[in-house]
């Protein structure tokens, strides 16, 4: 089982996306949540993660821009992401914090361009 992203796809600086990440229940319910980028030729860093039963908190580079949220019972977890620019563009995938490794799905690529 992986968890799979999607949402991402083509958007203009400026702009939002919403990305959505099925996960299975035991998976949200045991774990602290996460997205994590992965920009071209870069590292997969953690940019939002939503812990259980208290605040999210988010790397800088995205703070103010991106909210993560999450719907227990639909087995959901969300990353809703404004003013979108260039340095933005990667893989968005979503996994627990810390990360399970078998759990790695293939993502979902957001790039922002004009």
């Known amino acids: 089982v992986q968890l799979q992203a999607s949402g991402g796809g083509l958007v203009q600086p400026g702009g939002s996306l919403r990305l959505s990440c099925v996960a299975p229940g035991r998976i949200l319910t045991n774990n602290a949540m996460g997205w994590y980028r992965q920009s071209p030729g870069g590292p997969r860093d953690l940019v939002a993660t939503?812990?259980?039963?208290?605040?999210?908190h988010y790397a800088d580079s995205v703070k103010g821009r991106f909210t993560v949220s999450r719907d227990n019972a639909q087995n959901m977890v969300y990353l809703q992401m404004n003013e979108l620019s260039p340095d933005d563009t990667g893989v968005y995938y979503c996994?627990?914090?810390?990360?399970?490794?078998?759990?790695w799905g293939q993502g979902t690529l957001v790039t922002v361009s004009s």
């Open positions: 996994n627990a914090v810390p990360p399970l490794d078998h759990y």
């Open positions: 939503l812990p259980r039963g208290s605040s999210p």
